[in-house]
C-alpha cells in the first residue's frame, strides 16, 4: 500500500521559515516525480513545487518562486519543501504527490498527472 506522510507544518510568524517532509512507502521512489500542492480556505487546491525523478528540475508556482526550495533524498524516499520569508498568503494546508513517470527529466504542475496524494500538513502564518 503507497503512503505519503507529510510532517514539519505548524505556525509561523511572518517571515519565518518552515521545512516540509514527505516520507513516501513507494517501492520505486526514484521512479516517481514528486510535487507540492496547498490548499488555503475557501479556495481551490493549487501547485506550489515539483521536482524531476532525479532532482535535475525544479519548477514553482509564480507566487513561491526565490523563497520555497523542493529538494528530494532517493535514499531516504522523502522530499522536502524549504519555506522561507513566509506570507500570510502561505497559510494552507499542504500535500505532497507522486507521479511515476518513465521519463526521468519531465516534471508536472498538474494535480490530475499524480497517482498518489499525501494526507496534508498545516501552515499557519500570521503576523
Known amino acids: 500500500q503507497v503512503q505519503l506522510v507529510e510532517s514539519g507544518g505548524g505556525s509561523v510568524q511572518t517571515g519565518g521559515s518552515l521545512k516540509l517532509s514527505c516520507a513516501a512507502s513507494?517501492?520505486?521512489?526514484?521512479?516517481?516525480?514528486m510535487g507540492w500542492f496547498r490548499q488555503a480556505p475557501g479556495k481551490e487546491r493549487e501547485f506550489v513545487a515539483c521536482?524531476?525523478?532525479?532532482?535535475?528540475?525544479?519548477v514553482y508556482a509564480d507566487s513561491v518562486q526565490g523563497r520555497f526550495a523542493i529538494s528530494r533524498d532517493n535514499a531516504k524516499n522523502t522530499v522536502y519543501l524549504q519555506m522561507n520569508s513566509l506570507k500570510s498568503e502561505d497559510t494552507a494546508v499542504y500535500y505532497c504527490?507522486?507521479?511515476?513517470?518513465?521519463?526521468?527529466?519531465?516534471?508536472?504542475?498538474?494535480?490530475?498527472?499524480?497517482?498518489?496524494w499525501g494526507q496534508g500538513t498545516q501552515v499557519i502564518v500570521s503576523s
Open positions: 521536482i524531476t525523478r532525479g532532482g535535475d528540475r525544479t
Open positions: 504527490a507522486a507521479k511515476f513517470t518513465v521519463y526521468p527529466s519531465r516534471s508536472y504542475s498538474r494535480e490530475v498527472e499524480y497517482d498518489f
Open positions: 513507494l517501492r520505486t521512489f526514484s521512479g516517481n516525480a
